[in-house]
C-alpha cells in the first residue's frame, strides 16, 4: 500500500468525525438518527479494518482470511444501513403529504424484500463455495442498491423543480452524496468486469477517495443552517374562473361552497350588463306561425 492509500484511510475517519461533529451540534443527529447510525458505522468499520490488515497479516493465508471475513461482514451491514437511510431520506422528502409517504415507503420496502430475496437465491443455487456465495448474495444486493440510489437521486432532483430551494436542505445533500458514490462505484463495477481486477489496489484507492469527496459534501451541507422549502399551497376553492370572475369589491367567502361560488359569480355577471327587455309581451317563438322554410 503506498503513501496516498495511507493517506486516504487516515482521512477519512477525520472526515467522519468532523461530520458526526458537525451533526451533533447542529442537532441534525435528532432529525436523521438513520444516518447518524450509518457514518459511526463506516467510522468503526474503517478503524476495524486498518487494524485487522495492519496487525492481523502475520501469516499471509491467515491475514487475507481475516481481513475478508471482516471486509464482507462490514460491506453486508453497511448496505443494510444504507437502505435504511434511503428509507429515512423518503420518510423526510414526503413529510407533508401522508399518503405518498407511506405509499413510498411500502413500495420501498416490498423492493428492497424482493431484491434481498432474489440475491440469496442467485447465490444459492450457484455452485460455489459457501463463502464465494456469500460474497455473490452481498454483491448482487450492493448493486441493486446503488441503482436504486442514483434512481432516488434523480427523483429528489425532479421534485426540486416542484419545490423551490430544495436542493439547500439537508435531504438533498446526503441523497447526493448517496448518488454520486453509487454512480462511481457502478462505473468502477463495470471497468472491473471489462477490465479484470489487475488495478484492483488503484479501484480501490479511487473508491477510497470518491467516499472522502462525499463525506466533505455531506460536512457542507449538515454544517449550515437548513432553509425553508416554501410549502405547495393548495387550492381548495375551484378553479382560476371563479377568481377571475370575482370582483375585488366583493370577494368570494372562503367557507363558501363550489355550487355557491358559482352562483355569485353568475349573479355578479348578470349584474354587471343591462340586458334588454322584450319589446312585446308574449313569446314569438310559440305565438307565430311557422314559416314553409322551417318545416320538416
Not at 434511503?86 to 399518503?99: A, C, Q, S, T, V
Not at 432516488?152 to 439537508?170: A, E, N, S, T, Y
Amino acid at each position: 500500500m503506498n503513501w496516498l492509500s495511507y493517506a486516504s484511510w487516515l482521512a477519512g475517519p477525520a472526515l467522519q468525525i468532523t461530520l458526526l461533529v458537525f451533526m451533533v451540534r447542529r442537532d441534525v443527529h435528532r432529525t436523521f438518527p438513520r444516518f447518524f447510525s450509518y457514518v459511526i458505522f463506516q467510522f468503526a468499520k474503517t478503524g476495524v479494518l486498518f487494524v485487522t490488515y495492519r496487525y492481523f497479516a502475520g501469516d499471509l493465508a491467515e491475514g487475507s482470511k481475516n481481513y475478508f471475513d471482516v471486509y464482507w461482514a462490514g460491506n453486508a451491514i453497511s448496505v443494510l444501513l444504507a437502505v435504511a437511510v434511503m428509507d429515512e431520506i423518503l420518510h423526510h422528502l414526503f413529510h407533508r403529504y401522508g399518503g405518498i409517504q407511506t405509499l413510498a415507503s411500502t413500495i420501498f420496502r416490498w423492493a428492497c424484500g424482493l431484491l434481498l430475496l432474489v440475491s440469496i437465491l442467485g447465490a444459492i443455487s450457484s455452485n460455489e463455495g459457501s463463502a464465494d456465495r456469500v460474497v455473490a448474495a452481498v454483491l448482487s444486493f450492493e448493486r441493486s442498491v446503488r441503482l436504486m440510489q442514483c434512481g432516488l437521486f434523480l427523483l429528489i432532483m425532479l421534485l426540486c423543480r416542484v419545490l423551490k430551494h430544495c436542493w439547500r436542505q439537508p435531504v438533498f445533500g446526503v441523497a447526493l452524496g448517496f448518488g454520486i458514490f453509487a454512480s462511481i462505484e457502478l462505473i468502477l463495477v463495470s471497468a472491473v468486469t471489462v477490465f479484470g481486477d489487475a488495478q484492483a489496489e488503484t479501484v480501490s484507492l479511487i473508491k477510497s477517495l470518491a467516499y472522502n469527496a462525499v463525506t466533505v459534501l455531506w460536512i457542507g451541507y449538515l454544517s449550515q443552517e437548513a432553509e425553508s422549502v416554501p410549502a405547495v399551497e393548495v387550492v381548495s376553492h375551484g378553479p382560476a374562473l371563479n377568481i377571475a370572475l370575482a370582483s375585488p369589491e366583493a370577494p368570494l367567502n372562503g367557507d363558501s361552497s363550489f355550487l355557491a361560488m358559482v352562483e355569485q359569480a353568475v349573479d355578479r355577471v348578470l349584474s354587471r350588463h343591462t340586458w334588454p327587455a322584450p319589446q312585446t309581451k308574449g313569446s314569438h317563438i310559440i305565438g307565430r306561425k311557422p314559416g314553409p322554410e322551417e318545416r320538416n
